[in-house]
């Protein structure tokens, strides 16, 4: 059973390894900074074993070995520091059902995204080149006599959209990053990079079908919400 009270703890970022962990407070008042994953009891080293209470603090167990699932600190699983003593339980995260899990726990950490599904300023817009007239960033979008455009043109409004959407800084855990929106709501748009019509996958080089979805997609099916 997943530790109820994990969650109690405040989301901050690993200065080494980037990793989204949970702060917490020990007894004493330290701050002991505890990794997002459940580990299993048996796979974590006797005196890195972790518990949160309901009021969230978190209390190492010592040698005790009172549930199936216990929390490690980060610190002791930290890809930056590699702990030969934690190498069965890295490899437990990278498989199956404790993959899932992280995954799902990462999702839960999604920062909010809803200023990215807010239209931008024709202003904002123009902050970023346009990959279809190539004006430069500041500049308004041409038109074919040379006239300055009043409106940007709709690959610059894209453009802006996949920018923003590359900025915003995503949970990760064990090094890994999980930020794309699913797969199947992503294909729900057209593709403005290679023009594939709604619920068709990308098309590659030579038209050949692709399993990823162009950047483009992403962030067409981003600004769409
Ligand atoms: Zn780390
Ligand atoms: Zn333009
Ligand atoms: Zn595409």
Redesign the pocket.
């Known amino acids: 059973m997943p530790s109820k009270y994990a969650d109690l703890g405040t989301p901050t970022t ?1 200065p ?4 989204t ?1 949970r702060r917490h407070t020990d007894p004493d008042g330290v701050q002991i900074d505890l990794d997002i994953r459940d580990a299993p009891t048996r796979l974590a080293p006797e005196g890195l074993r972790w518990r949160v209470t309901g009021n969230g603090t978190a209390i190492n167990l010592g040698w005790a070995d009172p549930t199936d699932t216990v929390r490690v600190a ?1 610190e002791d699983v ?3 520091r590699p702990q030969p003593d934690v190498a069965e339980l890295l490899a437990y995260w990278r498989r199956g059902a404790a993959r899932a899990a992280t995954q799902a726990a990462l999702e839960a950490l999604q920062p909010d995204v809803s200023d990215l599904r807010r239209t931008p300023s024709r202003r904002e817009v123009r902050t970023v080149a346009c990959p279809q007239c190539g004006a430069v960033a500041g500049q308004p979008c041409g038109a074919p006599n040379g006239a300055a455009r009043y409106v940007n043109h709709q690959q610059r409004v894209t453009a802006f959209h996949a920018d923003r959407y590359r900025s915003i800084p995503g949970p990760q855990v064990g090094g890994q990053r999980r930020l794309q929106p699913p797969r199947e709501q992503v294909r729900t748009v057209a593709c403005p990079r290679c023009s594939a019509p709604a619920n068709a996958p990308c098309n590659g080089a030579r038209g050949k079908e692709r399993t990823s979805h162009h950047f483009e997609r992403v962030a067409a099916f981003t600004a769409s919400c």
Request: proline share 0%; charged share 20%.
């Open positions: 690993c080494r390894c980037g990793d962990v980060h930290c890809t930056a």
